[in-house]
């Protein structure tokens, strides 16, 4: 069974379709009209390794605000969707990521009670077309839409870029490491409580 969804959400604001396959090969197709953005979902995807398909039509002519955090909630369904029951899923995952000066942890546990813990200082401004108030934006987004506990701690870093890069880097392998299917467990949900 492919662990696939397929997710469409538009507003006054945004349309926006995403497609995720959580048994991909890090493939992504992203187009959300903010090439920094568009470069850290791409790196998400890879280290993940997931495929993803993002299309984005937002009104940048306001700002990016409306497009990432709308972007964070479809793609966070669409992973929600994609897990199903979470049935024989390892549930936990975490991932210290190096990027040259940078070095950002990020652990998950998808637990079905969406929450973000940010330990990250990225200074107000702009790397390239992207706000760095956004960020976070996106991960709160990501994670109460797809249900996950989601903490990503910043432990080194100067340079904005490297310092998000880290963190998506880091997300996405941890993801990795959370929705791999566990032999062991046959098919039983992770969980005292039979259900996640």
Partial sequence: MTREA????????TRIEVTVNLDGAGRADVASGIGFFDHMLCAFARHG?????????????VDGHHTV?????????????????????????????????A???????????GQLHWDVEAPFGMV???????AREFFIALAANA???LHIRQLAGDNVHHIFEAAFKAAGRALRQAVAVDPALGGAVPSTKGVL
């Avoid at 909630?73 to 995952?93: C, D, Q």
């Avoid at 070095?103 to 009670?113: E, H, K, T, W, Y």
């Fill in 6 to 13: 397929t997710i469409l959400r538009e507003t006054a604001e």
């Fill in 49 to 61: 390794r997931f495929d993803l398909k993002v299309s984005v039509r937002g009104d940048l002519h």
């Fill in 69 to 101: 955090e709308d972007t964070g909630i479809v793609l966070g369904r669409a992973l929600a969707e994609a897990l199903g029951e979470k049935a024989g899923i390892e549930r936990f995952g975490s991932a210290f990521v190096p990027m040259d000066e």
């Fill in 103 to 113: 070095l950002v942890l990020a652990a998950l546990d998808i637990s079905g009670r």
């Fill in 128 to 134: 390239g077309d992207f706000d760095t108030q956004l």
């Fill in 147 to 149: 249900g996950i506990t």
